[in-house]
């Protein structure tokens, strides 16, 4: 499956995007979809997870309450809808696919050796 992350932008601090992940090649049916975002010299870090059915959803603390993950199977297409930006939430965003939510305690969640295929990221950039 290839994905394409699309949707980032330059947005004042407060505001709001919704980033799209649309996969081509094959469903996302049976895929539960993850968003990270990295910002350069740093790790990637997991911010948010969604099950195949969408019946579960998961959050990095930084981001719970502001930040919504859905998925529409049908068009084969996972959103990130962000809320309340802040600076620090300014990196390039990618989703990628796994098995499973694999939801980890702690500081970092999600890891991003559980998740197989990746897009290409989409920049966000959150001005104060």
């Known amino acids: 499956v290839q994905l394409q992350a699309s949707g980032g932008g330059l947005v004042q601090a407060g505001g709001s995007l919704r980033l799209s992940c649309a996969a081509s090649?094959?469903?996302?049916?049976?895929?539960?979809i993850g968003w990270f975002r990295q910002v350069p010299g740093k790790k990637r870090e997991g911010v948010s997870c969604?099950?195949?059915?969408?019946?579960?959803?998961y959050y990095e603390d930084s981001v719970r309450g502001r930040f919504t993950i859905s998925r529409d199977n049908a068009r084969s297409t996972a959103f990130l809808q962000m809320n309340s930006l802040k600076p620090e939430d300014t990196a390039v965003y990618y989703c990628?696919?796994?098995?499973?939510?694999?939801?980890?305690?702690?500081?970092?969640?999600?890891?991003?050796?559980?998740?197989?295929?990746w897009g290409q990221g989409t920049l966000v950039t959150v001005s104060s």
């Open positions: 990628a696919t796994a098995r499973r939510c694999h939801f980890y305690s702690g500081s970092n969640p999600f890891r991003a050796a559980d998740f197989g295929s």
């Open positions: 969604i099950s195949s059915d969408g019946g579960s959803t």
């Open positions: 090649g094959s469903t996302l049916d049976y895929s539960a």
